[in-house]
């Protein structure tokens, strides 16, 4: 895995965090649907620590990229749907948020069967 992937995790946690923050005071002080902003910003911010932790320490969890890119990949298309839906109305695309759900879920199981691969030293 290359050091680039590893920063993107990193740069998405982030910004899954501060659109997190934002979302959920959206929610607070925003008006109209709080609940889809609640949980849109719900799902970036249980992202954003998973995607912390697979970005520092992603070098000893051999295949690590492919949760890496799911996690990224899920968030946007779950939380991007609800948020579009706040902001105008309108879906991503038909079922764009059950795909990022969809995603996601196999990203986290993909954690996990990587984890029983063993890890590797860091280089």
Do not use: C, K, Q
């Amino acid at each position: 895995m290359t050091r680039l992937t590893l920063r993107i995790a990193v740069v998405f946690a982030g910004l899954f965090g501060a659109a997190g923050t934002g979302g959920a005071a959206y929610a607070a002080h925003g008006g109209g649907d709080a609940s889809l902003a609640v949980i849109a910003a719900a799902i970036a911010f249980v992202h954003a620590p998973a995607l912390l932790a697979l970005g520092l320490g992603g070098e000893r969890l051999r295949g690590a990229a492919w949760p890496i890119f799911g996690m990224i990949i899920g968030v946007v298309l779950f939380s991007g749907d609800l948020a579009m839906r706040v902001a105008t109305g309108d879906r991503l695309f038909f079922n764009a948020a059950p795909t990022g759900g969809s995603i996601l879920i196999l990203s986290w199981l993909l954690v996990s069967v990587l984890s029983l691969r063993g890890t590797r030293s860091p280089t």
